[in-house]
C-alpha cells in the first residue's frame, strides 16, 4: 500500500477556481496527498499593511476549493517567514484527526530580512524569521515535510497523511 502525491501550482490571482480544482477532484483523496502551492498567502505570519486585506479576500475565494479538494499542506510565499499553522478547515482551526489543511511557508531560502511586523493568531502554530526550506519525502503514509535553516538545521517537521473523507 502506498501513498500517491498530486501537487497543484494554483494562481491565487485568478479568481475562477473552477478548471485548477477540477484536476484536483480527478484524484481520490483517500490515496492521494494533494498539496498545492502559490504565491501569496492566506494564512501569512508577517503584516503588510494592505497585504493583510489581500490575505482575507484571498481566504474567502481560496479556502472553500481547497476544503472541497481536501488538500493536506498548501506551501505559501511571498513574505519570506517561517511558518506552519494548526490544521484549518472552513477558516478556523481544528483537531490534527480532522480533515483541514496545514499552510507552511513562506520561502525565504537566501533573501534578505526584510521582516518587521511579526503576527501571532489563533492560525499559526509554529513561526521564525528563519531563511529555510522544506524538504517533502513520500512514505506509505503519506508524505514527510522537514523545514532546515541556512546552516542545515532541522527546524520544524510534519507528517501529513491524506484527509479523511467528510
Same mark, same amino acid.
Given at each position: 500500500d502506498h501513498t500517491e502525491v498530486s501537487v497543484l501550482d494554483l494562481s491565487t490571482v485568478v479568481h475562477d477556481q473552477a478548471t485548477q480544482m477540477e484536476w484536483l477532484k480527478q484524484h481520490d483523496p483517500q490515496r492521494h496527498n494533494h498539496l498545492a502551492m502559490y504565491h501569496d498567502s492566506l494564512y501569512p %505570519? @508577517?503584516? &503588510?499593511?494592505? !497585504?493583510e486585506a489581500d490575505a482575507l479576500l484571498l481566504r474567502e475565494q481560496w479556502s472553500p476549493p481547497i476544503d /472541497? &479538494? !481536501? @488538500?493536506?499542506? &498548501?506551501? /505559501?510565499? *511571498? @513574505? *519570506?517567514?517561517?511558518? !506552519? =499553522? *494548526?490544521?484549518?478547515f472552513g477558516g478556523k482551526p481544528v483537531p490534527d484527526h480532522e480533515q483541514g489543511t496545514v499552510y507552511v511557508g513562506d520561502g525565504r531560502w537566501g533573501t534578505p530580512r526584510f521582516v518587521t511586523n511579526l503576527l501571532q493568531n489563533e492560525f499559526l502554530n509554529k513561526t521564525s524569521i528563519d531563511n529555510h526550506f522544506w524538504l517533502v519525502e513520500a512514505a506509505a503514509t503519506g @508524505?514527510?515535510? =522537514? &523545514? %532546515?535553516?541556512l546552516n542545515g538545521d532541522e527546524i520544524d517537521e510534519l507528517h501529513a497523511a491524506p484527509n479523511p473523507a467528510s
Open positions: %505570519y @508577517v503584516s &503588510a499593511g494592505p !497585504r /472541497e &479538494a !481536501r @488538500v493536506s499542506v &498548501a506551501f /505559501e510565499n *511571498h @513574505v *519570506h517567514a517561517f511558518k !506552519r =499553522t *494548526h490544521k484549518i @508524505v514527510q515535510l =522537514t &523545514a %532546515y535553516n
